[in-house]
């Protein structure tokens, strides 16, 4: 029950602040700082992973550091090892909300990877895209640096697959698995396999293998019938 309601005051403390930039003037009394450290949760169970390095957000004046994984660090109240940040997850993109060369915003977490550890090609590549397709997946590897018009055209060939029948819709919200992976996870399922086992094996959450049992999520994906 305490991961669960940890994550439903995330969410509630990620909308107050949504609201608040919408219905608050710039010019309130109300300190930013405050407002702040709302987004600014800080992760009770940190882990450092082995590969894991850090760089300066750029324009942060070291207070602020992001890793090639994709984690936030802040060095604004512990200035010796820093405290990670916990992320907003909107629109299923990740946001944190730092200070940089102004006041605090609400920034995106796979921009701030790729200013820090990605080469920008040219100015006019602006936007950063997933090769993935998983807005989950920051880690450096897994961005590149587009201009506009690059990004419209791999979105639009993307979703010409996708209406073509090339590409399951499925796979739009669960990229680490492709179809193939499906029959095998649900005979995996009807052999008794423990789903938590399953979802190891997979790199997926239980609830997605729940979801695929249930037939909320991959539906239509059949096991195949031995030929007599």
């Known amino acids: 029950m305490t991961g669960q309601s940890n994550i439903f005051s995330s ?6 602040y949504l609201w608040f930039l919408i219905n608050f003037n710039k010019n309130s009394i109300f300190p930013s700082i405050i407002i702040s450290n709302l987004m600014s949760i800080k992760e009770k169970n940190y882990r450092p992973l082995d590969d894991e390095e850090w760089r300066e957000v750029p324009g942060s004046n070291n207070v602020y ?4 994984y994709g984690r936030v660090k802040s060095f604004y109240y512990k200035k010796k090892d820093g405290a990670v940040l916990k992320s907003c997850n909107l629109n299923n993109f ?4 730092i200070k940089t060369n ?3 915003k609400v920034h995106l977490v796979h921009k701030l990877v790729a200013l820090a550890w990605l080469e920008r090609p040219t100015e006019n590549h602006t936007v950063v895209t997933h090769l993935d397709r998983n807005l989950k997946n920051n880690h450096f590897s897994n961005l590149q640096w587009l201009t506009p018009e ?6 639009g060939e993307y979703y ?10 499925d796979e739009r919200h669960h990229t680490k698995l492709k179809v193939n992976d499906v029959i ?3 005979k995996m399922l009807l052999r008794g396999i423990p789903q938590s086992k399953i979802a190891k094996m997979f790199c997926i959450s239980e609830m997605q293998v729940t979801r695929i049992k249930r037939g909320e999520n991959w539906g239509d994906v059949k096991i195949p019938e031995k030929k007599k």
């Open 11 to 16: 969410i509630i403390l990620c909308k107050f």
């Open 160 to 169: 010409k697959k996708i209406f073509t029948g090339q590409i399951h819709p």
């Open 102 to 104: 102004g006041p605090h």
């Open 184 to 186: 095998q996870l649900k």
């Open 94 to 97: 990740k946001y944190v909300n």
């Open 65 to 68: 550091w992001v890793s090639n």
């Open 150 to 155: 690059e990004s419209r055209k791999r979105n």
